[in-house]
């Protein structure tokens, strides 16, 4: 019973074996195949892809570039909005105080 077992589970293990030996063969050829292709690129074909490349890194680096800019300019402006309203009221509030010194008779004393 248990040369069953063993002789069983052996040809498991062979069986096993074999197909590991034969996806290992197949992956071998992709590998092959791919490096082939690789090695037979032309130095043109390699340059165009690498040029390619570099075009999309530079346009996504000037976008995150463009985006960045957008914000600073944004938060300056918001405060430049809120200085500017700060202003107009010290000014609104000078010219009701210059209207009302302009309106007291010229003999009367400012307290």
Avoid: C, N, W, Y
Avoid at 8 to 23: D, F, I, N, Q
Avoid at 55 to 75: H, K, T, W, Y
């Amino acid at each position: 019973m248990a040369t069953k077992r063993k002789a069983s589970s052996l040809k498991r293990v062979r069986a096993s074996v074999s197909r590991v030996g034969r996806e290992g063969a197949h992956i071998m050829e992709r590998v092959r195949h791919d490096a082939k292709t690789l090695v037979e690129r032309s130095q043109a074909e390699v340059l165009k892809d690498v040029r390619a490349i570099g075009a999309e890194l530079r346009q996504r680096a000037d976008r995150a570039v463009r985006d960045l800019e957008r914000r600073v300019v944004r938060q300056f402006h918001a405060a430049t909005e809120e200085q500017v309203r700060r202003v107009e009221r010290r000014v609104a509030k000078l010219e009701q105080q210059m209207a009302r010194l302009a309106a007291r008779p010229a003999g009367e004393q400012v307290a």
